[in-house]
């Protein structure tokens, strides 16, 4: 039951990780690792070994998340470089909200992949063609808000291709993440009272913003 609450708790990339890994010790590769993510995960994963990519390591890092990583890779993926990276050394892959700002998104994933362990796990969440109409909103809830994103992907095209890189889909569709769903009421006054100002983000999992899939290495 307590892991059923936890598991309901956790945001939906951290819940795919537990429900991968258990409480055994793994390795993590962080696409995007920015916004104290290190520090983050290490609290809801203190066995982890967390390796980072980001194209500026310094973005949004501070001294206690690199005390938290076990390495850094910073790189920019659209150059697809991935040597400095170990092949075959992790246990996850976290690509969240990453290739619909790569001009080379699907190359990435390929990359990535040979990083991966057999029976290692990635996780890839994008906003889905819905989120193109959605209502403008300062902040990010329809995909053109954001100057930085330059490609829509599919669920289907990214099931796709983890399939003909012998990869067997786990999971995949709309985010809807009951809790962020349930919290909404409350979530939009919190919001007005801590930031003056209703963040778009809150929305997502109740319109549809992002699409994921869910794969493991055959």
């Keep these: 039951m307590k892991s059923l609450v936890r598991s309901f708790m956790l945001p ?41 990519v980001d194209l500026d390591k310094n973005y949004n890092n501070d001294e206690n998340d690199f005390k938290c990583m076990t390495a850094f890779y910073e790189m920019n993926l659209d150059d697809l470089k991935f040597d400095v990276i170990p092949d075959s050394l992790f246990d996850v892959i976290l690509l969240n909200h990453v290739i619909e700002h790569l ?48 490609h829509i ?34 979530k939009i006054p919190f919001t007005l009272f801590r930031y003056r100002k209703i963040v778009p983000s809150i929305f997502w999992d109740a319109l549809g913003f992002a699409n994921y899939v869910v794969a493991v290495k055959k």
């Design 103 to 150: 001009n080379h998104g699907e190359e990435v994933i390929k990359g990535l992949l040979t990083k991966l362990k057999k029976g290692g796990m990635i996780y890839i969440e994008f906003p889905g063609f819905k989120s193109t109409q959605l209502p403008r909103m300062q902040g990010t809830l329809n995909f053109f808000d954001d100057d930085t994103h330059i």
């Design 12 to 52: 939906q990339k951290f819940a795919f990780t537990e429900k991968h890994v258990g409480n055994s010790n793994f390795n993590l590769l962080d696409i995007g690792a920015g916004n104290h993510s290190a520090s983050h995960t290490q609290k809801v994963f203190p066995n982890c070994a967390y390796y980072g």
């Design 153 to 186: 992907h599919s669920t289907r095209n990214i099931m796709n291709l983890l399939m003909h890189c012998n990869m067997r889909i786990v999971a995949g569709g709309t985010r809807r993440h009951k809790l962020n769903i349930l919290m909404l009421p409350f």
